[in-house]
């Protein structure tokens, strides 16, 4: 069940996809919708391209998904408790493999995008004082019942702009799920052992599964 929610997350991640020059990143709620517009055009566009090579996925999350994510801030609420008395230059290792991983995961899941439909929740206010907000979305996967979701985002106060950090299905939180998987590891193996698993994952191929 859970490796369901996670796939039907990745997929709906693809709505962080655009130009960073086209997309205002200081209003989360619009940049989420236009850049989905964005997105979906050229996942069906490139089709073809992705049928001969899956790994022409990695090239689509690269530049059009990570603008949109922070996944320096996600690596490092990941590491928590293992942050303390760490090398700087292993957590930065960690940074670059887990940005590397959330690449070819994101890529992989998108193997099984079949044109699914995303309804945003209506557009609320924005609380200046804080720099955390969410957006609320279905997916629609008729003719299943719709998945509703939740993105988590952060706000940097230098500039103003907003990138996802989280994504919670049914109250299960990616990060949470992914701290507690690899959290006996951080502790007994540290945090090189886990980045060189990611860079692992990272490295393997994208490929389409059976269905």
């Not at 964005?38 to 069906?44: N, V």
């Not at 801030?73 to 991983?101: H, Q, T, W």
Request: net charge positive; glycine share 4%; charged share 25%.
């Amino acid at each position: 069940m859970l490796k369901k929610f996670v796939t039907l997350i990745c997929v709906l991640l693809l709505p962080f996809a655009a130009t960073a020059a086209d997309i205002d990143k200081t209003q989360p709620y619009a940049m989420m919708t236009q850049v989905s517009e964005i997105a979906f055009a050229r996942l069906k566009a490139e089709q073809s391209i992705i049928k001969k090579d899956p790994n022409h996925l990695k090239v689509i999350v690269e530049e059009e998904l990570m603008p949109y994510v922070n996944h320096k801030y996600a690596a490092l609420k990941l590491l928590g408790p293992s942050l303390k008395g760490a090398k700087r230059a292993d957590v930065n290792e960690f940074i670059v493999a887990f940005r590397g991983y959330l690449i070819a995961s994101y890529a992989q899941v998108l193997t099984q995008y079949t044109d699914q439909e995303i309804e945003f929740e209506p557009k609320k206010k924005l609380d200046s004082s804080k720099t955390i907000t969410s957006v609320k979305v279905d997916i629609v996967d008729t003719p299943r019942p719709n998945i509703k979701l939740e993105f988590k985002l952060r706000q940097d106060k230098k500039t103003g702009e907003w990138q996802v950090f989280d994504m919670i299905a049914e109250g299960i939180s990616l990060l949470s799920s992914k701290q507690s998987e690899w959290n006996g590891k951080l502790r007994q193996d540290g945090i090189l052992a886990v980045a060189a698993d990611l860079e692992r994952l990272a490295a393997q191929p994208i490929r389409f599964e059976a269905k």
